[in-house]
Each structure stands twice: as structure tokens, then as C-alpha cells.
């Protein structure tokens, strides 16, 4: 196959790590090219050094044979390349059309640029009305908008950034459809994802990082989703687990939440009622937008609700906020990173501290015990082996996935009696995500009730004692997580009642 683009030695410092050491490998038109690593592999930096987001500081690319060295993504644009990012980059308040032409460098008059969108999006299989607002789309189709974006760019190589962590099955398999057609018109795909069987199923060839360098490379088609994690990791990888006993009594209780949506893009939560007892894990699944955001603030106290609405060991907490609630060890780690978990320009230090002054004693008569917080911040780093030069670093300097490790694991050192997490593994490679599930395994052997709401339906039933299903926020009933079949969660999803979903399981 032709080579469309090739990278040679490519290197990227930063103080304190090597992000990039000498990478060299190649891209085939026409080829679907996997870019496996753990997280803080280098793998971000390299396609941002494609994009031109990133200025490398020695090696060299050559694009269709001849010299690329793109100062700016407007250069990379304008050479053929494009890249569909893992967070997106859309207004709620504008609508198809007017977001996509923010994106343009020259574009044409918004009647034409309907007519352009609406051929594209039926011709790669992705429909999308052009007039729609984006506030009231779903996370599948607000990707849509961002690929069908790239598209009327005509790319010689689109760059995707975990494309999948936010779809659902059925999403994932048009978007893959859309992937191969691309492919076989001869667009070169290089494609960045934790999701080791879609990188088997969709995948010509892998390049493996592992800090910096690269390692391997493979067919992915010709290994197992263990193997390819080893590659990775390059240690064998121990599947999570937990001793089992016998659960204690009920520690949270939700009844009848019910809670506006915040903004006008946001989601009711109706007549929520679910119990968690201690030492149980409570799965919530549900495709994106279904009310999750909305529930973990409701149960964090970001949202007040009515006071009986939602219980502690019997006793109403539901108007009290953030910091009444981490005092009587209600904690809560939510699904974006960056700017509500954690404040990007903050240390992780000053991140620790933001969280756990209460319960780990940080501040005391108004003054801050900074060797005190350094230190809890330097216990989590060392126990979720967050790969940072240190505490001292911002959070907007570690990858999504060290970041993520971060965040689950200054919740979980605090000892809570309840721990509500939303997305805990998003964007994290199979080594962190088995460690990470494996301390919400451990965290509820020590007697905590434990509520994980995820998108990943692996995850849940992996670590889960009981189920439940958001769906336009409404919870349906929980059951128990062993025996239930893909079909009906499926129906659980989608909003089936009862007396559907006992049809199927007969």
C-alpha cells in the first residue's frame, strides 16, 4: 500500500518527561491505523504534533511524499489532515449549520452550506438536519456534527481520539460503517481508542506506545484483547475481583427525587427511588444525556432536592450541599475532568486540598496545611501510581486517564460511607481501568455503599451487585446484576416496564 504519511524520530519534551522518544512509523492510504498505549504514552502528543497543535522538538513527517511541518491546525487543514477530538467543541445555543461553519476557514452562504451538510450526512450514512439546535442533540449525533465537519474538508487522514467512549452500541456501529467507507474511498483513519475490541474489529494495523517509544506493532485481527493490553502494558493483566459476604444495612436512600433540569438543555430527573447498602455497588447505566450529570449532583448536593428525598442511614440530607455532605462522608467524583472534578491550573496539591480539607483535616482556624495536603496528594499519586513528575504539577498536565486515576482515588483514600462516581474508566486504558474498578471493588469490601453511573455496560456487570437504567430521567426498578442478559438491559435502557422486561428474562 502507499504510504500517505510517515513520521521519523519524531521527539517532545516537557519538563520532567519525554512525552515523545524518537517515534517512526508510517500510514497507508486508505489504511485504518490503531495508536495503542497506556494513558501517558505519548499517544496525545503525537497526533497533536500531526495536527499541528504541537511543535516537535526534532524529527521530521513527510504527507504524500513531500516535507510537512504544519505550524497550526489551519496548515494541517489546508495538507488534508483532520482530527475529531474526544471532548467536543460545540455551542448548545447555535444549531448544526452555524456550529460547522465556526469551524470553516472560508464558508459558503448558509443555504449552501445546509444543502453540502445534508448530502454528506446521507452519504456517509450519518443524518443530521442542519437547522437542528445543538443543545437538544445526543452525544452520537453531536459527534456527527464534528465528523461531518472534517468531511466537507475532503481528508486525506482523519485523526479520531476515542470516538466511541460516549455512544451506544447501535452509534458505534454507523460510525464504524461510516469509518470503512472512508477507508475504502482511500481516507487514512488513524484511530486512538482504550476499546481493544473495536480496535480488533475495525483496525488494519497498531502501533503500540509505551512511555514515549514505540514498542510493537501488529494486526491487531491476529491478537486477543488480553494480548493487545499486555502490549501495552507490557505485564499480564489481572482481571478485578472481590472476596464477596454478606452486604449490611441500607446506608443511602433515594424516594421520589424528582429535580428540574438546571439549564434548557438539561434533563428532569422523575420520581427517582433506589436503596444501596453497605458493602454493595449500585450500577447505573444509560446513553449519555439521560439525566447522569443531573443524579450525581442531585446525590453530591450540588443540586438541592427535597430534604426527604434522599437519606443517610435513615436520616434527610437532601438540602444539604457539597460540603455538609463530604463532612458526614458523602462523597462524589463527576464525569468531567477537567473544570468540575478537578480545576485545570490548579496543583494536585491545590486539587487535593479542594476536596479533602474536610475529611482529611487540611485546614484548621481559617489556615491551610499545605505539608499536609502535599502529602495526601503525594498518597494518591503513589497508590493509583498517577504518573506525574509531581504534586506540584497542574492538573491540565497529565493525561485524561493519570488525571481520572487521580480524581477516583482522592475520593476514595477519604474513607467515605457513600461514594457516588460518574464515568469512572472514561478514557483510560485497560490497565488503569482494571485497577481503578478494582478500588471501587476494594472501597466496598470495607463497607461502603458504592453508586457507579456508566456508560460502559461491561464495566457495570463487571463490578456490580445490582443494575439499574436511566432513560429521559427515570430509573427503572434495580435488579440483580448476575443472569441479566444484554437484551434486557437493552430494554431497561430504553425505558421498558417491568412487566416487558420480566417477558424477556422468561
Known amino acids: 500500500m502507499t504510504s500517505l504519511l510517515t513520521v521519523e ?35 496525545s502528543t503525537l497526533v497533536k504534533m500531526i495536527y499541528g497543535l504541537v511543535t516537535p522538538d526534532s524529527g521530521h513527517m513527510t504527507l504524500r511524499g513531500a516535507p510537512y511541518t504544519p505550524a497550526e491546525p489551519r496548515a494541517a487543514r489546508a495538507a488534508g489532515v483532520a482530527m475529531v ?43 443530521l438536519s442542519p437547522d437542528r439546535l445543538v443543545g437538544g442533540l445526543s452525544a452520537g449525533e453531536r459527534q456527527r456534527v464534528e465528523i461531518i465537519r472534517c468531511l466537507l474538508q475532503d481528508p486525506k487522514l482523519l485523526i479520531m481520539d476515542e470516538p466511541t467512549s460516549v455512544l451506544t452500541p447501535q452509534e458505534v456501529e454507523i460510525l464504524f460503517a461510516t469509518l470503512r467507507r472512508l477507508s475504502a474511498e482511500g481516507t487514512a483513519i488513524l484511530y486512538i481508542s482504550h476499546k481493544l475490541e473495536e480496535i480488533r474489529s475495525l483496525c488494519d494495523r497498531a502501533t503500540v506506545l ?19 493490553a499486555e502490549m501495552m502494558v507490557g505485564a499480564k493483566l489481572v482481571a478485578p475481583s472481590r472476596a464477596g459476604g454478606d452486604l449490611g444495612d441500607v446506608v443511602l436512600e433515594v424516594a421520589g427525587l424528582t429535580l ?14 433506589f436503596s444501596v ?31 426527604d428525598s434522599v437519606r443517610l442511614k435513615g436520616q434527610s440530607i437532601g438540602a444539604l450541599g457539597p460540603s455538609h455532605r463530604r463532612r458526614i462522608a458523602v462523597l462524589a467524583a463527576p464525569e468531567e475532568r477537567l473544570g468540575h472534578a478537578a480545576a485545570p491550573d490548579m496543583s494536585l496539591t491545590e486539587n487535593a486540598l479542594l476536596t479533602g480539607a474536610i475529611r482529611e483535616g487540611l485546614a484548621a482556624r481559617g489556615f491551610l496545611k499545605w505539608p499536609a495536603a502535599r502529602a495526601f496528594a503525594e ?22 486517564g493519570n488525571l481520572q486515576k487521580f480524581v477516583i482515588g482522592r475520593e476514595v483514600l477519604q474513607r467515605p460511607e457513600v461514594l457516588v462516581v460518574n464515568q469512572p474508566t472514561w478514557g483510560v486504558d485497560a490497565s488503569a ?74
Do not use: W
Open 9 to 43: 524520530g519524531l521527539t517532545k519534551a516537557y519538563p520532567g518527561v519525554v512525552a515523545n522518544d524518537h517515534v517512526s512509523f508510517d500510514i497507508a492510504q486508505g489504511e485504518v491505523h490503531a495508536l495503542l498505549g497506556e494513558n501517558g504514552a505519548g499517544k
Open 85 to 127: 477530538f474526544q471532548h467536543f467543541s460545540l455551542f448548545d445555543a447555535l444549531n448544526v449549520a452555524e456550529n460547522i461553519a465556526l469551524g470553516m476557514e472560508n464558508p459558503p452562504p448558509m443555504r449552501q452550506l445546509a444543502a453540502r451538510i445534508r448530502t454528506v450526512s446521507e452519504t456517509y450514512g450519518l443524518p
Open 210 to 228: 509505551r512511555l514515549g517509544k514505540v514498542v510493537d506493532s501488529c494486526n491487531p485481527r491476529e491478537k486477543s484483547a488480553a494480548e493487545l
Open 260 to 273: 428540574p433540569a438546571a439549564t434548557p438543555f438539561g434533563t428532569t430527573l422523575r420520581d427517582i427511588s
Open 277 to 307: 447498602r453497605a458493602g454493595e455497588i449500585l450500577g447505573i447505566g444509560g446513553v449519555a444525556g439521560n439525566g447522569q450529570d443531573e443524579l450525581l449532583s442531585a446525590l453530591s448536593g450540588e443540586a438541592h432536592a427535597a430534604p
Open 379 to 400: 498518597k494518591v499519586i503513589e497508590t493509583f501510581d498517577v504518573r506525574t513528575p509531581g504534586p506540584g504539577n497542574a492538573a491540565r498536565s497529565l493525561s485524561g
Open 433 to 506: 481501568a482494571a485497577a481503578i474498578r478494582q478500588s471501587l471493588l476494594d472501597l466496598a469490601e470495607t463497607g461502603t455503599a458504592v453508586v457507579v453511573i456508566s456508560q460502559d455496560l461491561d464495566e457495570l456487570m463487571e463490578i456490580s451487585d445490582r443494575f439499574a437504567a436511566l432513560n429521559e430521567g427515570r430509573l427503572s426498578p434495580p435488579r440483580p446484576a448476575v443472569g441479566l442478559s444484554m437484551e434486557e438491559i437493552g430494554l431497561m435502557m430504553g425505558g421498558a416496564h417491568d412487566m416487558e422486561v420480566a417477558h424477556v428474562a422468561e
